[in-house]
């Protein structure tokens, strides 16, 4: 299990086999829940006919004790600026954090000697090696922070990692995302994918600001000027007058994203500016690792590793032969790397979906009972594509739900990539976004290389990586600057069919794929979330499994 | 109930950014509330009692978007974000019924008098916002009345447990809210008599930079 802060989960290994990984978002309806997975976790056991009382033991991705010391002596360490936070913080810490192996107990039921602590960046690197299809692997941790550290050089071999060297704070590229993405008047840890978003409509005319903030050595380690951030002091926000000084003013928070904004351009630069600096900081400790472990393979967690561009990045300039990011990367991932290094076991990963089912037949009733249109069709592969080539958007349910915070073919929204204006319609109207967010193609393995450059690899079945495309077939899942965050499906997946009967249909061979959710939502899990979305967005029609729904 | 209602409803939206910080709090108990229902649909194998909770979660939902918006024009960054509660199987599906009808009856009486006090200050957008809800809450109030009437043996004393239960809810808010305020002054306190270890610490563990020992190898603990 994974929580406490955000993106909580849950991972069920029975019998030595994984059998479900779930964030518990999409059963509390909570985007990003902090809280505990303990709705996760039973929704896994319930899956698999199981009760907590079954459960031999409860790993959990990080040691409460050394967080409390560590949020204990940076407290004092930046004396007297932690004087705003100090109490909010010692709340959250004796109030539920310092308990929270005994919360997991409580929850499940079950007894507290079952329930064992991990280590928060060993369970980022065993999230990210243990799942990966290598035998032996580099493995890069980098997030905002773990109990004292940020990053973590690893190297795994068998179901072993070992440590080779750790960075602590304040020295948190994470916290320095964090910061940026307090100013561009986004939620921090929410807003981060959408600073990325904002870089490809920037020029880096700030990477001197960041270079000066962020300076890296020779051997990878870096260090980040702690002056523009307020991790400490305004946890919130996330940066400090320093960063106004040097930047501008921050936007307002929350306030509605125009292109024609006046000051658009300058968050565009900055974010362009910060996410260069990333790619190069990353693109050197990428290079380090490699040179002391020379292995050909390298497994990327922690949040940062959900930055797709400087994934593409390191794969288009670093010394690896081949790259592998799980989906949940982030720290939802750390419940799938305790239980894994818990156990000592491996788990390669060939699929996204690890989470709960939909259940047609209620699906049915109920939405027969909401005074819903419903239709078994007999061959839902082709109504679907037909609806999808007549410039169409379709609402597509299929099986467990993915892990992770993309769609990935199970619980998607799917439409022509070449339709833009459908792809604007659908950023305007069904799911609003700020303006200067793309969304995501989907192509076969097969179509793949017609449309982007490359060939599929290990990271475009999940979505951790970025292509520049080749054509301008596909408008609506092209960025302005051409990259797309293309997954690819092989004939195993759900939509590789759907696709094959879309380009009959329409000649063409790439569709935009966005996760099944509303503004401020969770992805759609069960059948109870699948049939409000489509309360919410009354002219979308939805397929779960082969029944088509229409309000 | 009502002249106490009336004159906290004065109080509470005398100028437009209180008003603001009003509709604030009202999408956040709407979105609480939808999360709750949402919840619950999912929890009950009852078809009926899951439809009529799903619209009613599209109802808060759309009623938390009114009042996000309406404090957006008025000044406020807009953001909700609220925590739901799995009640349903907390309280049990009569108790359950009893306390959101209860809520939404309240409701109803509650958004009469801020609609007429924001008539009355001359804030007809704000108040036209209240008014086209409380077809919903009716709806809302009516519904949950006939499945309590339906679920429970005793509607009356269902009723009466979710009132106790709700009291005793608003007397931990309370309570938690006042232990958070002697927690923050003690923690302050603390923070400020540790001065003397915050200049030691920063002698005996410097911040590190460059990479530090690898943590030896342990198991899960």
Known sequence: MSGGYHDAAAALVVDGVLVGA????????????????????????????????????????????????????????????????????????????????????????????????????????????????????????????????????????????????????????????????GWMGLAVNRGEHEVMGLAAHGQPRFSDVFERWLTQSEDGSFEVDPAPLAWLSDPERGFGPAMEAALGPARAFNARWSLQDPDFQLRADVAASLQQRTNEVLLGLATALHERTASPNLCVAGGVALNCRAIAHIQAHGPFEQVFVQPAAGDAGGALGAVLSGLGIRAPMHHAAWGVCCDAGRAQDL????????????????????????????????????????????????????????????????????????????????????????????????????????????????????????????????????????????GQSVLLNTSLNGPGDPAVARETDALAWLMAHPGTPMLIDDLWIQT | ???????????????????????????????????????????????????????????????????????????????????????????????????????????????????????????????????????????HASYTRTALDSVAENPAAELRNARRWSLWQGYRRLTASTAKGLHDAGAWLLYLSLFPLAFWLRWVRPVRSGWVESAPERGPQ
Request: glycine content about 8%.
């Open chain 2, 1 to 139: 109930m009502d002249l106490w209602t009336a004159a906290a409803s004065r109080l509470s939206l005398r100028s437009p950014a209180r008003v603001a910080a009003r509709m604030s709090a009202f999408a956040r108990a709407e979105r609480g509330s939808q999360l709750d229902m949402l919840l619950a649909a999912s929890q009950t194998q009852d078809l009926t009692l899951a439809s009529q909770f799903l619209r009613h979660a599209h109802d808060e939902s759309r009623h938390a978007r009114a009042f996000a918006n309406r404090a957006r024009e008025l000044g406020e960054d807009g953001w909700i974000h609220a925590d739901g509660g799995r009640l349903l199987r907390q309280l049990g599906p009569a108790k359950f019924l009893a306390f959101v009808h209860q809520g939404e009856a309240r409701a109803i009486q509650r958004f009469l008098v801020i609609q007429d006090t924001l008539t009355q200050n001359g804030d007809t957008r704000s108040a036209a916002i209240f008014g086209a809800l409380l077809d919903d809450e009716t709806r």
């Open chain 1, 367 to 506: 939405a027969t009972e909401l005074g819903m249109k419903v239709e078994r069709v007999e061959d839902p592969v082709q109504r679907a594509a037909a609806h999808l080539a007549q410039g169409q958007a379709l609402a597509w349910v299929k099986g467990r739900c993915e892990w992770g915070p993309r769609g990935l073919g199970n619980r998607a929204i799917l439409a022509s990539a070449a339709d833009e204006a459908l792809g604007v319609r659908l950023s305007t109207q069904v799911k609003p976004r700020a303006p200067f967010r793309p969304f995501a193609p989907i192509v076969s393995n097969t179509s793949f290389s017609e449309h982007f450059e490359g060939r599929p690899d290990l990271c475009t079945p999940f979505m951790t990586t970025l292509r520049q495309s080749r054509n301008d077939l596909s408008p609506a899942t092209t960025h302005v600057d051409g990259s797309a965050r293309v997954q690819s499906v092989g004939p195993k997946d759900a939509l590789h069919e759907v696709l094959a009967a879309f380009e009959k249909e329409s």
């Open chain 1, 22 to 181: 779930l964030q518990e978002e999409r059963i509390s309806r909570i985007k990003h829940d902090p809280g505990l997975p303990i709705g996760a976790a039973l929704a896994l056991l319930a899956q698999e006919g199981l009760s907590p009382q079954d459960v031999a033991s409860v790993f959990f991705h990080e040691d409460p004790y050394a967080h409390l010391e560590r949020v204990l002596l940076w407290s004092l360490r930046s004396f007297p600026k932690g004087l705003k936070a100090f109490p909010q913080a010692m709340r959250k810490q004796l109030g539920s954090d310092l308990w929270v192996l005994d919360s997991i107990a409580e929850g499940l039921g079950i007894p507290r000697g079952r329930i064992h602590k991990g280590e928060h960046h060993r369970s980022h690197a065993a999230s990210a090696f243990l799942c990966s299809p290598f035998e032996q692997a580099a493995i890069l941790t980098v997030d905002g922070v773990g109990e004292h550290h940020s990053t973590g050089l690893w190297q795994g071999q068998g179901a072993q990692i070992s440590c080779l060297g750790q960075l602590e704070l304040p020295h948190s590229l994470g916290l320095l995302w964090a910061g940026v993405t």
